[in-house]
């Protein structure tokens, strides 16, 4: 039997497990199949996916994500606002911005910290979209967007009457996605607020995705529909996100621990 210690965080309600493999030993560990296990929320520890610190010639850390089916992300928004907030509490550091090496590039959260220097969230500079142009699927005109991982974005009157699971399934699962992709349904309030429902590829719908806000975002400046920093309300909570002058996209959001634990295998 193994024990393998983890931290359960989640980003406004998108739930990771953390796995620290400078602790834990993961070498020659089947890790699709340790996410399928520790992500069933009936039999196992239940999340969306797994987190997994590894030490980095790149940067200061190496984040790996594992999607609840077993597939890897390229990079996940609020995953990575937990991993800057386990990494800088565990770890003890000073520096508030944390480079962060990733499937999509070399990737800086920064702590946001109280008085008493507590994390109270995390701003992340999400590097530059890539705008790849529009495909109509399912009589539905969706804007692709890719933050690193890539985004199917759709404008809608009324979120109400999207059918999700329907909806997200065959579009993450349509063959103009070679890899999948990500679906975001969005209804925008104002000119600096907008409400979106997610599908995750490998995951399902979600409270929240940090890169589908972001993607969502740029879709939407470059229609005309809202200003370059929003508030995006998400099921789980509210994100911040702007589409700075430099091109990049920053995103601040909260990140919480809900407990740890030891899983045994």
């Known amino acids: 039997m193994t024990n393998l210690a983890f931290t359960k965080m989640h980003g406004l309600g998108n739930d990771f497990i953390l796995l620290d493999s ?22 196992g520890v239940g999340a969306d996916g797994i987190l997994i610190v590894w030490p980095s010639t790149k940067a200061h850390y ?9 597939s890897e992300a390229e990079m996940c928004g609020n995953g990575i606002r ?34 008493e220097k507590k994390v109270i969230g995390v701003e992340v500079d999400m590097g530059e979209p890539r705008e790849l142009g ?24 009324d979120l109400v009457g999207v059918n999700l ?23 925008i309030l104002n000119p600096k607020e907008f409400e979106i429902l997610v599908w995750e590829r490998g995951v399902g719908e979600t409270l929240a995705c940090g890169t589908g806000a972001c993607a969502s975002v740029v879709a939407a400046v470059l229609g005309g529909q809202i200003e370059r920093r929003v508030v995006a309300h998400l099921p789980g909570g509210k994100l911040d996100i702007e589409w700075a002058g430099d091109n990049h996209v920053l995103m601040r959001g909260p990140a919480e621990t809900v407990f740890s634990g030891v899983y045994s295998t």
């Open 82 to 115: 937990c991993f800057a907030k386990y990494v800088y509490e565990t770890d003890k550091l000073t520096e508030e911005v944390i480079s962060v090496e990733t499937q999509a590039g070399i990737i800086l959260p920064a702590v946001i910290l109280n008085a």
């Open 165 to 187: 699971e329907e909806m997200g399934t065959k579009i993450e699962n349509d063959s103009h996605f070679p890899d999948r992709t990500n679906v975001e349904f969005v209804k």
């Open 62 to 70: 190496r984040m790996q994500v594992i999607n609840s089916d077993g």
């Open 134 to 157: 529009q495909v109509t699927l399912q009589g539905i005109n969706f804007h692709k967007i890719s933050m690193g991982n890539p985004h199917a974005i759709t404008f809608v009157d």
């Open 22 to 43: 400078r602790k834990e030993t993961l070498d020659g560990v089947d890790l699709k199949q340790l996410a399928l296990a520790l992500c069933d929320r009936h039999f």
